[in-house]
Structures are given as C-alpha cells and as structure tokens.
Nanobody, 115 residues
Framework: QVQLVESGGGSVQAGGSLRLSCTVVSGSSISTTTMGWHRQAPGKQRELVASITGSGITNYADSVKGRFTISRDHAKRLVYLQMDSLKPEDTAVYYC????????WGQGTQVTVSS
C-alpha cells in the first residue's frame, strides 16, 4: 500500500501563502493515479479541495478555485498544493491521498490562517 507523508503547513495571516508537499515514501507508483489534497477543519467532515490526474488535469472545489494550485512531479513522486490568498476558513489539517481517499491516511499537516 502507498504511504504518503505531508509537509509544509504552518501559521500565516490572511492573504498569505503556503506550499504543501506530499511525498510517496513507499508503495507502488502513483504516476497514473489521480491524487488529491483533502482537508478537515475542526468539527467538520473531511473534504476534497483539489485533484490532479496522471496526465495533469486538475479540478478544484469552488471554495479554493483561483487561489490554490495542485501540481505533481512524477520523477520525484511528489504532489504539491500551492495555496495563495489564504483565508481564515482555510484553517484545517490537510491530507494527501488518492482522489477517492483509498490509500491509508497520513498524519496530515496543519494549516492555520489568522485574520
């Protein structure tokens, strides 16, 4: 099974930026797998915010469209999430997984946006 490790979270003020990284540390190749970034805010269900196919086609939740950019590096087995113009409502733990959440969930990385 694929093991994924997220990094890059932190605390920023509204309007700031962060870049999250997802590293595939073990398991089979994900080069043809549609990967996604998910997030879970306190008291809320986990939601998919962005996804990217093996060929680079991206999709975004309406709440982050125009502010977040998902990308991937096949050679390095990395998936990124560039987050710009951050808002307090983006505060959550962010997780990398397949689009459908079928791999084991990692610990995620905390993103906190203050107003």
């Amino acid at each position: 099974q694929v093991q994924l490790v997220e990094s890059g979270g932190g605390s920023v003020q509204a309007g700031g930026s962060l870049r999250l990284s997802c590293t595939v540390v073990s398991g089979s190749s994900i080069s043809t797998t549609t990967m996604g970034w998910h997030r879970q805010a306190p008291g809320k269900q986990r939601e998919l915010v962005a996804s990217i196919t093996g060929s680079g086609i991206t999709n975004y939740a309406d709440s982050v469209k125009g502010r977040f950019t998902i990308s991937r590096d096949h050679a390095k087995r990395l998936v990124y999430l560039q987050m710009d113009s951050l808002k307090p409502e983006d505060t959550a733990v962010y997780y990398c997984n397949t689009r459908g959440g079928y791999s084991a969930w990692g610990q995620g990385t905390q993103v906190t946006v203050s107003s």
